[in-house]
């Protein structure tokens, strides 16, 4: 087998498992967006992550101003 063949037979396994992938994210997906109640408690966890990261991006910040 050459070089060549064995990185496209690669690609090609690394693509179907992205495709497979994709479609179980993809179907956990519906299945959260069908769930409302699931959906409310993902939307609140995803707005408390973004406002640590916030808290966590404006302490970077403060530290980069003191380099200057």
Request: net charge positive; charged share 40%.
């Amino acid at each position: 087998m050459t070089k060549n063949t064995e990185t496209k037979e690669r690609i090609a396994m690394e693509r179907k498992w992205q495709a497979e992938d994709d479609a179980r994210i993809m179907a956990q997906y519906q299945e959260i967006m069908n769930d409302k109640a699931r959906m409310s408690r993902a939307t609140k966890e995803a707005n408390r992550q973004a406002r640590d990261l916030q808290k966590r991006a404006n302490v970077m910040k403060q530290v980069s101003k003191r380099g200057k």
